[in-house]
């Protein structure tokens, strides 16, 4: 790691990789729910985030973003600062609105539609969540590209704005992730639209050191996002950031999906289930004959005493 | 000894001490707000972003409440700073409570700017007008080639017989403190001369363009007007064609003398010309610190102090020659040895033992710069007591009394002048006193009183 470091540049500068969720079924849902998040449309949350990756861009000449989308059947890449012409040379047809507000919005639109179709001959049950697993996996791909470009890249990190509810069946696929932002110290920080926490962006912020927030004012998202992830790396040591006020730590099992309080672990490979199985499904370990609960029981009381 | 040290301070200080008005003028234009904004410590930029959009004042003692304790220095910093450049304007109410807020032409200028994104000052030129453009890489030869001949003429300065070819108001700027040049004599570089040129490109870069700017006044140009071109100038995209003709008659006039620096390439069409930002230009606004524009290295040096170069430019040979002794040059390659004769010139020049090393560690070979330390330890501590050889006598003027009346005189004397700090020397015997130079006005006083 510490040859990682060495390389970066000394100054402020940072990568931010942002994950959009586009998840139509939550925005849907959010633009007519009126009670405790009012009139946060899709296009009235883009007003917000595309001034926000203006002033990131803003902050240091060598500043980069990236903009992946996080769809319900697919992810992409929408827009990547460094790749495309300076903002200033790209001006769009209109002239009214600058090169990267009207390049952004016209991928997004492509991107929408072409996830669309993916999930068109599936019969969707009830509120599906967005793909967060693979645009971590996106951005992690992209960081790690960066990494390797040369000798001095700027200080990476993701910033996840998610809405939806978090999808337990991607609960291995996102803590695989999470660790190995861990690995390559890449924080993870998360700001949560939706009506619910987030435990899987909880659990993200916590172990790679980012901040999660869940804005309680919707309407003021863009101070809450200059106020809190415009600040890089450096200078995160000398603020005040919101600290996380619980994690939610749970879980989801191997077998059903579900997020489970309690549950059965294979001591050889560390999967988890809610019910007690004769094999694992994971590693092929033959697990004891014995009823779960009564061994259980003995165990408890031999522990108890010791701690 | 006096240390004559050039400082290579930023550009922004100069913005900084411009009169409150024109700067207030200046932040109505929207790329100098973002040169400004961009120039600052990482804190302060936060602290614009998070009050770009509020409108009233906030106490400076809710913003203390913004940072951790262990980051108060660097909060007071950024702070400074901001009011320093007139970004956050200072309110005291009426509960003497001091109140920060955004100066509003910036804060109007940069909102503009998150919602408008950047444009560009002026239009690039139709690609069908300047017909093919030279390519990324001739531009940053040409920029180079312009850079080092430029600087070989301020080492080549120092030998009269070569006549000069910079442009009159650039030499101007080098004789104010680089050159010293008295009429009777030719030009010759000065101490800081040769520190000068063991400084890195940007730092060179921006010694010149503030030495440019103060010279300014002198050429009848108002600093303000070529502060704002410049930091504009800045924003221009490296290697497109710009007009010549939207310039007015100041910026004309500073594009011909950058043009002498390689900052920009001026082309000739068959009715209008134009000119073509180099990779300098664009460095310009960015901030010191920054280090992506570093050229590769090319000087190895090995334990037995003998140094290679592996280099063809002129300029390096010239510059190693300062401070070694070039033993033969190859094609590519300049073989020199680090001498305590070589290096006692270089000293006798002004330049430091701190310089030299961060030289060789900057220019290391890409081969020896992946090692730490890139310059073996036993030539910079040889270099470095090399140094420290000549600076066992260290001289301070002081004044030398004698011939007290009486023992009690002397002693309440040399008391008073250890009170003050400014005994050197006793010697009680002879009834002698050293004292300090700065202190001889208050020994006098003392003296005379006891009288």
Redo the contacts between chains.
């Keep these: 790691m510490a040859s990682t470091a060495s390389k970066l540049y000394s100054d402020d500068v940072s990568l931010v990789v942002v994950l959009l969720d586009t998840n139509p079924f939550f925005w849907a849902i959010a633009k007519n729910s009126n009670n405790n998040n009012p009139n946060l449309s899709f296009s009235n949350f883009l007003n917000h985030v595309l001034p926000f990756l203006n002033s990131i861009l803003l902050l240091n000449q060598i500043n980069q973003v990236v903009v992946i989308a996080t769809g319900v059947n697919s992810c992409g890449y929408i827009y990547d600062s460094s790749s495309s012409p300076p903002a200033s040379a790209a001006k769009s047809e209109d002239g009214n609105m600058p090169g990267i507000f009207s390049r952004v919005i016209q991928k997004l639109e492509e991107f929408v539609i072409k996830d669309q179709e993916l999930s068109k001959d599936e019969s969707v049950v009830g509120n599906p969540s967005s793909l967060l697993s693979g645009s971590l996996s996106l951005a992690l791909c992209y960081i790690q590209r960066v990494f390797r470009s040369g000798p001095l890249h700027p200080h990476p990190r993701i910033l996840c704005l998610q809405g939806s509810p978090d999808g337990p069946e991607q609960y291995v696929a996102v803590m695989n992730a999470i660790f190995s932002a861990q690995r390559s110290m890449v924080p993870i920080d998360s700001c949560v639209v939706g009506a619910q926490h987030s435990a899987f962006l909880q659990q993200a912020s916590y172990i790679t050191g980012g901040v999660y927030i869940k804005p309680q004012h919707l309407d003021g998202l863009f101070q809450y996002l200059t106020m809190v992830f415009a600040t890089d790396l450096q200078s995160r040591s000398f603020l005040q950031l919101p600290r996380p006020v619980g994690v939610d730590f749970r879980a989801s099992c191997f077998c059903h999906k579900k997020t489970i309080d309690m549950g059965f672990i294979c001591s050889v490979c560390l999967s988890i289930f809610c019910k007690h199985h004769k094999k694992c499904s994971t590693c092929g370990s033959v697990f004891n004959q014995a009823n779960p609960d009564s061994t259980l029981l003995p165990d408890r009381k031999r522990k108890t005493p010791d701690a | 000894m006096p240390q004559v040290k050039i400082i290579a301070k930023n550009f922004m200080d100069m913005v900084a001490a411009l009169p409150a008005m024109k700067l207030d003028k200046l932040y109505e234009n929207t790329f100098i707000c973002?040169a400004v904004?961009?120039s600052l410590p990482?804190?302060a930029?936060?602290y614009v972003?998070?009050m770009?959009?509020l409108v009233g004042p906030i106490t400076a003692k809710s913003m203390e409440?913004?940072?951790?304790a262990?980051?108060l220095s660097?909060?007071r910093g950024a702070i400074d700073r901001l009011l320093q450049l007139r970004v956050f304007l200072e309110a005291t109410d009426r509960k003497k409570e001091t109140s920060y807020k955004l100066n509003p032409k910036f804060q109007d200028s940069?909102q503009k700017?998150?919602?408008?994104?950047?444009?560009?000052p002026t239009e690039?030129m139709p690609s069908i007008i300047t017909g093919r453009l030279p390519t990324l890489d001739s531009l940053e030869a040409y920029a180079l080639e312009q850079w080092e001949c430029f600087l070989l003429q301020l080492i080549s300065s120092g030998q009269p017989e070569r006549p000069s070819s910079i442009g009159s108001s650039m030499l101007k700027v080098f004789q104010r403190g680089l050159l010293s040049s008295r009429e009777s004599e030719a030009p010759k570089l000065t101490e800081s001369g040769f520190q000068f040129l063991l400084m890195d490109t940007n730092a060179q870069l921006w010694y010149i363009i503030r030495e440019y700017i103060s010279t300014s006044q002198d050429r009848g140009v108002d600093p303000a007007d070529l502060i704002s071109f410049l930091l504009e100038f800045s924003?221009h995209?490296l290697g497109?064609a710009y007009n010549l003709n939207t310039l007015s008659e100041v910026q004309r006039n500073a594009i011909k003398d950058l043009a002498d620096l390689g900052l920009v390439k001026l082309q000739q069409g068959r009715k209008e010309s134009w000119f073509i930002p180099t990779k300098l230009a664009t460095n310009l606004?960015?901030?010191l610190?920054?280090?992506?524009s570093r050229k590769q290295g090319f000087v190895v040096v090995e334990t037995n102090f003998r140094m290679y170069a592996y280099s063809t430019s002129k300029l390096h040979c010239e510059i190693l020659r300062l401070f070694s002794r070039i033993e033969y040059q190859l094609p590519n390659l300049i073989v020199g040895a680090i001498t305590k004769e070589s290096l006692y010139n270089a000293f006798e020049n002004g330049i430091t033992a701190e310089q030299i090393i961060s030289f060789l560690q900057q220019n290391a070979h890409p081969r020896v710069a992946e090692k730490t330390p890139s310059v073996p330890e036993n030539v910079t501590d040889q270099i470095r007591l090399w140094e420290t050889d000549r600076n066992r006598v260290e001289m301070i003027p002081s004044h030398l009394y004698e011939d007290f009346p009486s023992k009690d005189v002397f002693e309440a004397a040399s008391d008073f002048a250890r009170e003050i700090g400014g005994l050197l020397w006793e010697d009680s015997k002879k009834m002698r006193l050293i004292v300090r130079g700065e202190s001889h006005q208050d020994m006098r006083d003392f003296l005379r009183r006891q009288k």
């Design positions: 973002e904004l961009r990482p804190l930029k936060k972003l998070q770009l959009y409440e913004w940072v951790l262990d980051g660097k909060h940069l700017y998150l919602v408008y994104g950047g444009a560009v690039p924003f995209s497109e606004s960015v901030s610190s920054d280090t992506s």
